[in-house]
């Protein structure tokens, strides 16, 4: 017994002299350099590299550098030496919300508007969950919440992983219309969905929320100062995709007061084009190569 403490103590002397005391409760910390153009995922980390994943960012936007990375301990940074996008995903943590307004304004465009849709949803990789916001002229039960008008309603899919039942629940609204735009409750009913979800323990997901629309709101309870209020310290990040016009600019406001991206698309061609670029970049792998200026996790000679 004694024999055995004695190697476990010259062990951890060992140990210290090797890599310093502090290699044991030292962590390393990895961030976007600016980190209000994406979400950022630590899938997993050593002291040589990491594999990340980056969800929301931008349309179109280029593929990250070593230079958008910052990797460092509590007192030493290092140096990036590669970050490459990975090609084929296996598995994501992205949160994906949609609110798609299907108002009788948008008639001639909505069928057009959920197959862009089904395109995104379908190039996610594995493990992303899914939730759809839309507009009722009935009241059918369940998910379906009370707006500002009594003849119009919201519908709602909760989270799912399955892409067939979000695609079958946003085409099935294709032949509902209303001449009201709850907007903004339907906003807020995506935030709650996704603060209900993250209580019932699914929290290590990047929440990346998806609008639009071709109106202002006209049928709304909450205001939208309140969804302005509500997006604060929320973590989710924002699209807004304002189709043909947008008469008060409110949304475009709400948008860039919570850090979000507003995107106007002119016609169905611009359209189409803005959601593909989103599709594209919604969420992208990489594989961080970074060295820290001593040898081993501590710093040391």
């Not at 594999?51 to 349309?59: C, K, L, T, Y």
């Not at 007061?257 to 670029?277: P, Y």
Request: hydrophobic fraction near 40%; glycine fraction near 6%.
């Amino acid at each position: 017994m004694r024999k055995d403490k004695t190697l476990a103590v010259f062990f951890f002397i060992a140990c210290c002299l090797l890599f310093g005391t502090r290699s044991f409760a030292q962590s390393i910390a990895i961030k976007l350099r600016d980190s209000t153009t994406a979400l950022l995922h630590i899938d997993s980390a050593n002291w040589n590299e990491a594999w990340i994943e980056v969800d929301g960012a931008s349309p179109g936007t280029r593929t990250l550098t070593p230079k958008d990375i910052e990797v460092r301990t509590r007192d030493r940074s290092a140096r990036v030496l590669s970050v490459d996008s990975i090609g084929a995903k296996y598995k994501s943590v992205l949160a994906l919300s949609f609110v798609l307004d299907n108002s009788g304004s948008m008639f001639h465009a909505y069928d057009s508007l959920v197959g862009y849709c089904d395109s995104i949803a379908e190039k996610v990789a594995r493990g992303a969950t899914f939730q759809a916001v839309t507009f009722d002229t009935r009241y059918r039960g369940g998910y379906h919440l009370y707006t500002n008008r009594s003849s119009v309603f919201l519908a709602q899919h909760p989270f799912t992983d399955s892409v067939f039942a979000l695609e079958r629940f946003w085409h099935f609204f294709d032949t509902v219309r209303t001449e009201f735009t709850p907007l903004y409750d339907a906003l807020a009913a995506a935030l709650a969905n996704i603060e209900e979800r993250r209580l019932h323990g699914d929290t290590a997901r990047n929440d990346v929320l998806l609008v639009v629309t071709d109106g202002a709101d006209n049928a709304s309870r909450a205001s939208i100062e309140l969804l302005a209020q509500l997006f604060q310290n929320s973590n989710v990040r924002l699209f807004a995709i304002n189709f043909r016009t947008e008469e008060d600019n409110r949304l475009e406001w709400l948008t860039r007061e919570v850090g979000g991206d507003f995107l106007v698309a002119d016609d169905l061609k611009a359209l189409r084009e803005i959601l593909s670029n989103l599709g594209r970049g919604i969420s992208r792998s990489y594989r961080v190569r970074y060295l820290f200026p001593s040898t081993g996790p501590a710093t040391g000679r």
